[in-house]
């Protein structure tokens, strides 16, 4: 993979000037040709991590493919928003069909181009619920069967589109409609969840990786990449979302941030089943960086914050630093890290 | 160039129509097994995989409802698409089922008709497709397997005429598994027949569209207006397409009722599916003792063919429907339906319950109930050969015996004879 290794620190927020960079490795969204693939004046929630995704992510897509790409999308917030009747944000080919069924509609699209004679990239898309809960079957067997899919999940970590319920991929401690904050242990429990980037991985496929808004540039790349290869891919992008987490708009970058750099989502890449590439904490924060300014863990910090749930939360934002050596003192990770 | 050889030959039902199916030229096949329909796509996936079926992407998938959903996006890339599946499994795939047709999206699927547990059951009866009667789907019944056969080529041209999808209902092992003699068309002939498939609607990345948008109050109801009048236009397509079929082939298949000895009777027996057959043998027998009774086969269920149908029943002085199915606490679907078609006549409409879970429906059990029907001896519903006795005892000890045992076994150990145990109180 192209990479320069690049430190400037001017903006505070670790970004990096276009102009510094060879045309290759601008990013899609700075030139003037990009798609605009989810056009403006949908009604997503301002400051929408989802929405950001999906637009850095589809246009990424659209300059690999040179727009010969087509998208399926599940049902949740991403769909709803983009497409009240008659109206439509997408500027490409667009299927909606149902909330579980994305990654096996997706892979028809695909035998069908197949059969077709035609060579379009297709991507499935999806929100944590949609993909790593009631879609979780389909995308198993996507995956399993190695179909020519970039399936594509934007995790903020509940069911936002229905108000905000506890899905496979809300947090430990996380507040929502069915987890809430009553009772001994207020929010989700600890110990539930899954760990979807990883299951992919289990199933051997020639690409996975998970990526941040945090780090539109490494999203854009990361998606790019995927492109280029043949097969079952996964990309599982980090979205805050400011309604259901019940954060400022304006901090959906800083929180998304926060979470990569305390190591709370480690950003990764593996191929067949095997990490090939995390990448590292620039300047580790704390995990109350990242929880303190939601409202979904405010629990956390009332007059006697709760120590020990904040604990097992940095205890497993540093298993994540030491399993996928996120700091610049490991080595780097075993090739074979497996689960 | 064919690879399949046409002409009369003895096969399977399921053989029959998978070559009928590749006959057809699919372009993707999805499939999950389930009994009775799996050798079709049995049949199908060795085709694809030894070359005789191409070009064709054949999918085997995780479940049913990823079969359908494979279809919906390879139907909506313009691909021509088919699956097959019975009883749970066209219930695992319900969501996708009214997906499909409110999608507009012309994918064929054969339903190899089949109880619904619990308790689970693998014989035929029409309990499954009848679930998903008004999912949008067109719904044709095949009596013979020249029939099925015949009807599937005529439903990828319906569907893709109309943009709707059809299935092709076909009853479980009695069709599915039974050896018959067919009449195999040549690849020229059906190629003559079908058309390549034109999509109405189709994703391509140079001219974008947006399908399966969320759609409100404002226009919801326009669009399932809409997918009700293709069900009107279908009507009429339907009767076309065996006209067309029968110059094509030389065979009478399809459409929406056929009649039997109709023209003077005074009884009329309506049925769907292979039990046309005992059907008729009864009706010749009954004429010969001087009934003047005849029958009525419906082919199409979906569309409802509602003038057709008067038209075919109006004659009778009674209507008998003999039904695979039970809506409960109600009783017969099928009847309740031609009730519509009958209104403002005051035919008396009796209903049979018949073949449930694969039960046989023996000629004489069929003559038995159409003469008690005649005479007016007989209950509404009445359930052909039913054990009374069965059902006496297991009402009796409902809510006696609590534990160890489901209401199932203890009607199964009552039927079989052996002793029922004392209640356990
Ligand atoms: C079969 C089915 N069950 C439930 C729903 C209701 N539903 C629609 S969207 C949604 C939540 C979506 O959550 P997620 O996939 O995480 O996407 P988000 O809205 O959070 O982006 C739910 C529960 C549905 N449409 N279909
Ligand atoms: S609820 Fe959340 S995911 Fe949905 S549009 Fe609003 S911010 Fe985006
Ligand atoms: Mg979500």
């Known amino acids: 993979m192209k990479s320069q290794r690049l430190k400037f620190y001017q903006t505070g927020t670790f970004t990096v000037g276009n102009r510094l960079l060879s045309d290759e490795m601008r990013s899609v969204q700075a030139t003037v040709d990009r798609n605009n693939s989810l056009n403006s004046g949908h009604r997503a929630c301002q400051g929408c991590g989802e929405a950001l995704g999906a637009r850095y992510a589809v246009d990424a897509v659209m300059r690999a493919t040179n727009g010969q790409a087509i998208a399926v999308n599940a049902t949740g917030c991403l769909e709803v928003f983009s497409t009240p009747f008659p109206e439509s944000s997408w500027r490409l080919a667009w299927l909606h069909s149902l909330f579980g069924n994305a990654p096996a509609v997706a892979a028809g699209v695909s035998a069908a181009m197949r059969v077709r004679g035609k060579k379009v990239t297709v991507i499935g898309q999806g929100g944590d619920g949609g993909t790593v809960d009631i879609g979780f079957g389909c995308l198993s067997g996507m995956f399993e069967r190695n179909d020519d899919v970039l399936y594509i999940c934007y995790d903020n970590e509940a069911y936002m589109n229905t108000g905000v319920q506890r899905s496979g991929s809300t947090p430990p401690t996380a507040i929502t409609a069915t987890t809430q904050g009553v009772g001994e242990h207020p929010g989700q429990e600890f110990g539930g969840g899954k760990n979807a980037p990883r299951i992919a991985m289990a199933h051997g496929i020639p690409y996975v990786a998970t990526a941040s808004v945090a780090d539109l540039r490494d999203l854009e790349e990361k998606v790019t990449t995927a492109v280029g290869i043949r097969g079952a891919r996964y990309i599982h992008i980090h979205v805050p979302c400011p309604l259901g987490w019940g954060s400022d708009p304006a901090l959906t970058i800083q929180i998304a941030r926060a979470a990569v750099q305390s190591g709370l989502f480690p950003l990764y890449e593996a191929r067949h089943g095997r990490l090939v590439k995390a990448t590292k904490i620039r300047r580790k924060v704390p995990v109350t960086d990242y929880l303190q300014p939601q409202k979904r863990f405010a629990h956390l910090f009332g007059k006697t914050p709760n120590v020990a749930a904040i604990d097992r939360i940095q205890a497993i934002a540093d298993a994540n630093i030491e399993d996928y050596g996120l700091l610049d003192s490991h080595e780097d990770p075993p090739i074979s890290l497996q689960i | ?425």
């Open chain 2, 1 to 425: 160039m064919s690879t399949f050889m046409p002409g009369r030959k003895q096969v399977e039902g399921s053989h029959a129509v998978a070559e009928a199916i590749a006959l057809s030229r699919p372009q993707v096949i999805s499939c999950y097994p389930i009994t009775p329909q799996t050798h079709i796509v049995e049949g199908l996936s060795a085709m694809v995989k030894s070359g005789a079926l191409s070009p064709c992407e054949f999918m085997n998938v995780e479940s049913e409802f990823a079969a359908l959903s494979a279809l919906i996006g390879a139907s909506a890339a313009g691909a021509r698409t088919y699956t097959a599946t019975s009883s749970q499994g066209l219930l695992f795939m319900a969501e996708a089922v009214y997906n499909a047709s409110g999608l507009g999206l012309p994918i064929v699927m054969t339903i190899g008709n089949r109880a619904i547990g619990a308790p689970i059951n693998i014989w035929n009866d029409h309990s499954d497709s009848m679930a998903l009667r008004d999912s949008g789907w067109i719904q044709l019944h095949a009596e013979s397997n020249q029939e099925a056969l015949d009807l599937h080529i005529q439903a990828f041209k319906l569907a893709e005429q109309l943009s709707c999808p059809v299935m092709v209902c076909m009853d479980g092992f009695i069709l599915t598994h039974a050896y018959e003699e067919v009449d195999m068309p040549s690849q020229e002939q059906v190629d003559a027949f079908l058309p390549p498939f034109v999509p109405q609607q189709v994703l391509d990345p140079s001219d974008p569209i947006t399908i399966g948008a969320m759609v409100g109050p404002d226009a919801y109801m326009e669009v399932r207006y809409l997918l009700h009048h293709k069900h009107l236009q279908a009507v009429e397509v339907i009767e076309n397409l065996r006209k067309e079929f029968k110059r094509h082939f030389g065979r009478d298949s399809g459409g929406l009722v056929s009649s039997y000895r109709a023209d003077d009777a005074e009884t009329l027996v309506l049925a769907m599916g292979s039990i046309n057959g005992t059907i008729r043998e009864a009706v010749d027998e009954m004429r010969d003792e001087g009934h003047r009774i005849g029958s009525v086969k419906l082919c199409s269920y979906r569309p409802f063919p509602l003038e057709a149908l008067r038209e075919a029943l109006k004659g009778a002085k009674r209507v008998i429907i003999l039904e695979k199915n039970l809506a409960t606490g109600l009783g017969g679907i099928l009847a309740s339906n031609t009730r519509m078609a009958l209104r403002g006549l005051n035919t008396p409409v009796n209903t049979i319950i018949a073949g449930l879970g694969g039960r046989p429906i023996p000629k004489k059990s069929v003559v038995r109930a159409f003469r008690q029907i005649e005479t007016g001896e007989v209950e509404e519903p009445h359930f052909l050969d039913m054990n009374w006795p069965a059902i006496h005892e297991a009402i009796n000890n409902r809510g006696l015996v609590k534990r160890r045992e489901s209401e199932a076994q203890r009607v199964l150990r009552s039927v079989s004879g052996v002793e029922v145990a004392k209640p356990v109180r």
